[in-house]
């Protein structure tokens, strides 16, 4: 039997889409261990985490032990690094969420992407230095790290963060949009009905690079199409950072998994212009649910995304202007790039991801590698 202890800190932390991967991964890894039936060679997975809040999504046959944590900002720092390695012991500890305990001896930990390196102004000065800090540690005191794209393994082995044959790619999956039952209202809640929109994230960081759309939708060339952005950045925060929005731009705010579902099947594109991504989980989810992709061709977009979605220079709103027009007026290009997006996301399950993840603690199991 193999015993995995998975860090469950994420449990109470507001929602992003590192913790979705948390989530989907234990959950994936749990369905593989209930039905290994390998005898003395199978799993048994438990997660550890903070005492409070509760969360329920994580399946039954997951023991959840909870214990500990302080209040106050820096809550979650003692309880990770002392805590979890002290209820963990010997057994192996999986970090899904980019950081974990330096001093467990045992551990395997996921890091997304280089980004605090890569675009450090996109991150507040006190993550900045604790993340440049703590990830070449974790990096060193890791049996392995784990990372979400061939991009992302490139850019951790360039800034130092960690060996590059020490690092394994596991891609994430995007199926688990398709057990979403889409809101039946919510182009009418936000009145969308009988109108083509471009769907995109609402976020100010730079490298999101959502200025280059608010232009691109100031042009008279897209004044019948809206642009539809979800998230928590409102107008306001834009024009605090400099830009100007146009009035075809609508912001949803925050939205339910099923509201964004109902989007993006609604939705005449899917836009993501990042500068760079560690992976690029939004735009597969559209690809995923028949919403054609347009994507800069950056970080690891080219990579997860293929000639599946349409790409646009990031840096030229004219790209962007013309790449919306061509699926607005070409129903047969559309067509053409649902089908694609569809085939594309079949290739990237939580199950493939467990499955890898799971070898990948098995090999360095028989290898030796972990201490008792």
Not at 231 to 247: I, L, T
Not at 290 to 295: K, L, R, S, V, W
Not at 342 to 357: D, I
Request: proline share 6%; glycine share 8%.
């Amino acid at each position: 039997m193999i015993d995995v202890v998975f860090n469950g800190k994420f449990l109470r932390a507001p929602a992003t889409g590192v913790h979705r991967v948390a989530k989907e991964l234990i959950v994936a890894c749990a369905r593989i261990a209930s039905d290994d039936v390998e005898g003395g060679n199978g799993w048994r997975l438990t997660v550890v985490a903070p005492t409070s809040p509760q969360k329920t999504f994580l399946p039954p046959d997951v023991d959840v032990v909870r214990s500990g944590g302080l209040s106050g900002i820096l809550k979650d720092i003692p309880w990770e690094h002392l805590n979890l390695p002290a209820l963990a012991r010997d057994n192996v500890l999986v970090n899904l969420c980019n950081l974990g305990p330096v001093g467990h001896k045992n551990s395997i930990t996921m890091i997304h992407d280089a980004q605090v390196y890569l675009v450090p102004t996109s991150y507040g000065t006190l993550f900045r230095i604790w993340y440049r800090f703590l990830l070449p540690i974790i990096g060193r005191t890791s049996k392995k790290i784990v990372t979400i794209s061939e991009f992302s393994k490139l850019e951790l082995s360039r800034f130092g963060v960690a060996r590059k044959e020490n690092i394994v790619v596991i891609h994430n999956g995007c199926d688990h949009v398709l057990g979403i039952e889409p809101s039946d209202d919510v182009l009418s809640q936000f009145g969308l009905e009988n109108r083509h929109f471009v769907l995109a994230l609402s976020n100010t960081q730079p490298h999101k690079n959502i200025s280059i759309l608010l232009k691109a939708f100031s042009a008279d060339e897209l004044q019948d199409v809206s642009l539809v952005l979800f998230g928590p950045a409102s107008a306001a925060d834009f024009e605090r950072a400099g830009c100007s929005v146009p009035p075809n731009v609508k912001f949803v705010g925050r939205v339910t998994d099923e509201q964004l579902v109902g989007l993006m099947r609604g939705a005449s594109a899917f836009a993501c212009p990042s500068l760079t991504e560690g992976f690029g989980l939004p735009p597969l989810e559209a690809m995923a649910l028949g919403c054609p992709a347009i994507i800069s061709p950056c970080g690891a977009l080219p990579e997860i995304c293929g000639d599946a979605a349409i790409e646009a220079d990031p840096y030229l709103p004219e790209a962007w202007i013309q790449a919306v027009r061509r699926l607005v007026d070409d129903p047969d290009l559309a067509s053409d790039y649902r089908a694609r997006g569809l085939e594309r996301s079949k290739l990237f399950t939580w199950q493939k991801a467990a499955e890898k993840l799971l070898r990948t603690i098995r090999s360095e199991r028989d290898s030796g590698s972990f201490s008792v």
